[in-house]
């Protein structure tokens, strides 16, 4: 209750003074938008808050709502600019100023459902808004008259048991009686049962028959039975321990797993203590499923936050390491070639080379799976996109001993889509799958990828141990799920529905419980563009223009990648090139020395990339003309977009020497090797 509330309730003239009872006068405008309401809630905590026109309260808007419409994938997008009139709750108890302590207790507490958590609005005589009055406060207000109701009926039976010890078990009776079916023991926002050291539930109110699914428990309900062995065990472990201490107000809190028909398995919380007067065990609980799926995948998300920072900075790093391995391993390869090497030199050149491609695709597919660097659609190859896949899985379908089979026709199959989620659904697919053959006699996966003029259609068949029909058409439904906690959210499924369908799909499902599960994803097929079947057409070879040759000037902090570019533009290029480690050394030269072409790392101590593009575009803009940029950040949302925002080519490392040479001849050639001298 609240500090402030000194008077003492009487059962007989429960008065008291509302404005003690208020919480917070905070309020937000009819005309708000729901963006801003959502902000507001997020930094003051508030679960409710009045919605206010002028003076004149008008509604109350819901924390939980709020973050509900917004914190959905395009919750923001669809409803961020609405105003919060449009979204206040439907239904909602307001009370005038001088209200009788009593009404307000009966508008409150006799609403049912959801309803009857919401807090209560304050207005005075003239509908202005006063504050917000906690539901808890309220509660523990009706608990207070209760309370002070059985200790006058404890004064009078101690006054009248010398005399009649009949009067004094009717009393009691009255009492037991009254505890039982009392506005706060049906109304309670938990549910209340009362238990006898059995385990049985002797009565209990709405709330807990609705959360048990148990109809009309009017005594001897085995609550045990609801519960596995081992939650039973605990259970009755604890009503012993309530039953010899044999003191009222000894309480405990525990969690127990409890099997509800229609509804599968649950987690429960339990708030128990002992009733001395009745021999009695009064259990209050609560389901807490989806909180603790909530929580949990609270602490995932910010686990993946944490990780997503981390492999950002060592896929860089590592990007930068590789970036020197392929240049000089083609460098080597090169070399090996022309001077007519053994074939075992050739062949160790391209394997160097080829794993540390390989290996930059991993960390390139890694990073677009936890944060894809775009959102834009494009023309991808879905069986390419599932072997890449399968590449990241290699370690689970190792471990998990099973074996994933490809049934892939010849030819490309072109889907238009956003690569990250689309690999997203196929990683959930997979890993569903293997998770399923877990315990089968024969642990098989096959993805298979087919299509049409219209659709292209993967499907992951397994041999695992099926669906259950009952589960089977819930599958898609959120937090629903048949695993444990530490295995799923009940998230997966209906995520993939919706990536799908934001892709004009459709996912489909067949099971048969013991034999296997098919998924079927459907695709609207797409055409192969220009752009990727330019992408495997061969770079010219380099002409021997010594005498023209052009001037570029190398910028990198990496002095490995640094000398790998040089050398590789040097071979393929015949250019005459200069080194630097960051951007003040690369203005320096800039001002002293014309060059045809920079190139230029993003991330760099002292100056950036940015930063030297920036003095560029100020001092020399049409030496932006001529400008890449090279980076080893393969997989930040925020650096893609800023370089997009610059216009200039990129390469991510690391670049094999053809896409360097390549980029590379196409900003010398429109310069026409012009002096580009800085004023």
């Not at 008291?16 to 208020?22: K, S």
């Not at 709020?66 to 439907?90: A, C, D, I, N, T």
């Not at 048990?212 to 604890?238: C, H, K, Q, W, Y």
């Not at 499923?289 to 896929?315: F, M, N």
Request: hydrophobic share 40%; net charge negative; charged share 25%.
């Amino acid at each position: 209750m609240n500090p402030e509330i000194t008077q003492k309730l009487s059962p007989a003239n429960p008065e008291i003074d509302l404005l003690t009872l208020v919480e917070h006068g905070e309020s937000v405008n009819a005309s708000d938008k729901m963006e801003d309401v959502y902000r507001y809630f997020e930094e003051h905590g508030n679960k409710f808050v009045g919605v206010i026109s002028g003076e004149e309260l008008i509604g109350l808007a819901s924390g939980a709502k709020v973050g509900f419409l917004l914190g959905s994938r395009y919750g923001f997008s669809v409803y961020g600019r609405k105003p919060m009139q449009s979204h206040m709750l439907e239904r909602y108890v307001c009370v005038r100023l001088h209200t009788p302590l009593l009404e307000v207790l009966e508008a409150a507490l006799s609403r049912e459902g959801d309803e009857f958590h919401d807090d209560v609005a304050l207005v005075d005589d003239d509908g202005r808004y006063l504050g917000i009055i906690p539901m808890q406060r309220l509660v523990r207000l009706q608990s207070q008259l209760f309370t002070e109701k059985t200790r006058l009926a404890e004064a009078q039976q101690q006054v009248l048991e010398g005399k009649n010890q009949e009067l004094f078990s009717s009393l009691n009776q009255l009492r037991q009686s009254k505890g039982r079916y009392d506005i706060l023991f049906e109304n309670s926002a938990l549910g209340v049962a009362l238990v006898n050291p059995s385990g049985e539930i002797e009565a209990c109110n709405r709330h807990a028959e609705a959360l048990l699914g148990i109809a009309n428990a009017n005594g001897d309900v085995p609550l045990l039975e609801l519960m596995d062995t081992a939650s039973r065990e605990e259970f009755l472990a604890l009503l012993l321990r309530h039953e010899k201490q044999n003191e009222r107000g000894s309480s405990s809190q525990s969690e127990f797993k409890l099997h509800l028909t229609g509804r599968g398995r649950r987690l429960f919380k339990f708030f128990s203590s002992w009733i001395k007067e009745t021999g009695q065990i009064c259990v209050m609980l609560d389901d807490i499923t989806e909180q603790r799926h909530l929580e949990l995948k609270v602490a995932q998300e910010e686990r993946s936050a944490t990780l997503d920072t981390l492999a950002g900075g060592v896929a860089h790093e590592i990007n930068n390491k590789l970036a020197p391995i392929v240049g000089f391993s083609e460098l080597l390869l090169a070399d090996a070639t022309r001077l007519g090497k053994s074939p075992e030199t050739v062949q160790y050149c391209n394997i160097i080379r080829d794993c540390a491609i390989d290996s930059s695709k991993i960390i390139s597919q890694l990073l677009q799976l936890s944060r894809p660097a775009s959102a834009e659609k494009q023309c991808c190859d879905l069986r390419e996109m599932v072997e890449q896949v399968a590449a990241i899985l290699r370690f689970q379908i190792r471990q998990s001993e099973a074996e994933l089979i490809f049934n892939f026709s010849t030819e490309k199959m072109w889907v238009h889509a956003d690569p990250g989620p689309i690999k997203q659904v196929i990683v959930n697919l997979i890993i569903n799958s293997l998770q399923a053959v877990e315990k089968s006699g024969q642990r098989r996966v096959l993805a298979s990828v087919s299509g049409n003029e219209e659709t292209v259609t993967l499907k992951i068949e397994d041999t695992g141990h099926g669906i259950k029909p009952e589960h089977l058409k819930r599958v898609f439904d959120p937090f629903f799920t048949t695993k444990t906690f530490n295995r799923g959210t009940g998230l997966g499924l209906s995520i993939c529905a919706s990536i799908v369908r934001q892709h004009g799909g459709n996912i489909e499902i067949e099971s048969t419980p013991g034999l296997g599960t098919i998924v079927k994803v459907e695709l609207p097929a797409a055409i192969a563009s220009p752009a990727i079947a330019s992408e495997e057409q061969d770079v010219p070879p380099a002409q021997d223009d010594s005498a023209d040759a052009p001037r570029v000037l190398i910028v990198d902090d990496e002095e490995y990648v640094a000398c790998s570019v040089q050398e590789s533009l040097r071979s393929g290029m015949n250019c005459r090139t200069e080194r630097v480690s960051n951007g003040l050394q690369a203005i320096e030269r800039l001002q002293r020395n014309e060059f045809h072409l920079i190139i230029s790392d993003v991330r760099m101590s002292g100056m950036d990339g940015f930063d030297l593009l920036s003095w560029i575009e100020k001092n020399c803009p049409d030496m932006a003309r001529h400008f890449l940029f090279i980076t080893g950040d393969a997989g930040s949302a925020e650096l893609h977009e800023k370089l997009n925002r610059q216009g200039v080519p990129v390469l991510r490392k690391p670049f094999t020497a053809r896409a360097l040479i390549a980029e590379s001849r196409k900003l010398v050639k429109t310069q026409n090797h012009l002096s580009m001298m800085v004023a």
